[in-house]
């Protein structure tokens, strides 16, 4: 029978995520309730839509306009998430929904369209598997044999943590985790989240997310959050404070969040997306940890690029920059406003 594709209801939402958890390769962020996160959050018009066969989901496609004047106009799945692009049941079924994305290409004049898949696909769309690569390592039941993977050197850290009495805790502290992760990203030079984004993602995806905090006695020196999907725990906002290096909390963190995985169940770590020659980059590769190339597919409208919005943009230098030295208050004012326009 023909494919039929219409808009995502909320009645359909369950079905959807269904599909999803089904699918090989369904990931956290093609889950349907991030529609209503980034409508909520961004402001950004969403088109989720599912493809149908005789009553049958048998395919999805989650998809958001991000336009803003600073950063252009691009139809992204899934914007400010790692993974994304549609999930077909068959080769029918993912030509019908390219096709739907580039008709709403055209329809909405956006530039470009931008499919963030983990891993390649047959397609004839432009591809850059260059620029980002992802972490995953499966871990153990035990913690023993968990710690053991980690490198001497990053072990060493995580003891040097322990050694230090820090100790971790895991509940919805959204407004404790900001304040951390919003000192972090500035030293960074990086635009912060509001903290209204964080309480949306803990209240939206209660039960599937918690954030663990690090304590150097009655001080929180890092903070992370953490999603989980299926037998796997996703850290995605996370940093420290500038104390946290000297106390080894932020190795520390990281294995606390292992530990509390893997009891309960989780037997995948997703370290999570990291541009190729950052620190970042680094100290996930020094936990030991294989780099694996994430291929993003692109379809342009005529006389469009490649949208080119990552820091390492050498456009972008002077701002990354300056913003370091910017009061934390003043960052926090004014980060929000830009950053919903990266995707």
């Known amino acids: 029978m023909a494919v039929t594709i219409r808009p995502l209801d909320d009645a359909r939402a369950q079905a959807w995520d269904a599909f999803v958890l089904a699918h090989p390769d369904g990931t956290f962020f093609h889950r349907a309730a991030w529609a209503g996160v980034i409508e909520a959050a961004f402001g950004h018009r969403t088109f989720y839509v599912q493809a149908e066969r005789d009553g049958d989901i048998v395919g999805i496609l989650p998809l958001a306009r991000v336009k803003t004047l600073l950063f252009g106009d691009t139809l992204i799945s899934v914007p400010f998430c790692v ?3 549609p999930l077909a049941a068959d080769k029918e079924t993912a030509a019908a929904l ?3 994305a580039a008709g709403l290409l055209e329809k909405t004049g956006a530039s470009a369209i931008e499919f963030r898949h983990r ?3 047959e397609s ?4 850059r598997p260059d620029l980002y690569v992802t972490f995953r390592k499966q871990i153990e039941a035990g913690n023993d044999k968990n710690m053991k993977s980690i490198p001497r050197k990053q072990r060493a850290m995580v003891r040097k943590g322990i050694q230090n009495n820090l100790t971790s805790v895991a509940n919805g502290d959204t407004g404790l985790l900001h304040g951390i992760y919003a000192e972090s990203v500035r030293n960074l030079g990086t635009p912060v989240f509001s903290p209204r984004y964080f309480a949306i993602l803990a209240d939206v995806f209660r ?3 918690d954030v663990v905090t690090i304590m150097d006695g009655d001080d929180a020196i890092a903070s992370v ?3 989980y999907f299926r037998d796997e725990v996703l850290p995605y906002y996370g940093g420290g404070t500038s104390r946290a290096r000297h106390r080894a909390a932020n190795d520390f963190m990281y294995w606390e969040v292992m530990r509390r995985a893997a009891d309960r169940g989780c037997r995948l770590f997703d370290f999570g997306r990291s541009k190729i020659g950052t620190g970042s980059h680094d100290f996930k590769k020094n936990w030991g940890f294989a780099p694996e190339n994430l291929c993003y597919r692109y379809k342009l409208a005529p006389g469009a690029s490649i949208p080119d919005r990552n820091p390492m943009n050498p456009k972008y230098r002077l701002f990354i920059a300056g913003w370091k030295h910017l009061p934390l208050s003043v960052a926090n004012a004014i980060g929000p406003s830009i950053v919903r326009g990266l995707g």
């Open 98 to 100: 390219s096709a739907h």
């Open 207 to 209: 039960g599937d997310c």
């Open 225 to 227: 959050m953490n999603f």
């Open 119 to 121: 891993e390649s696909v």
């Open 124 to 127: 004839d769309w432009l591809e």
């Open 83 to 85: 993974y994304g692009g």
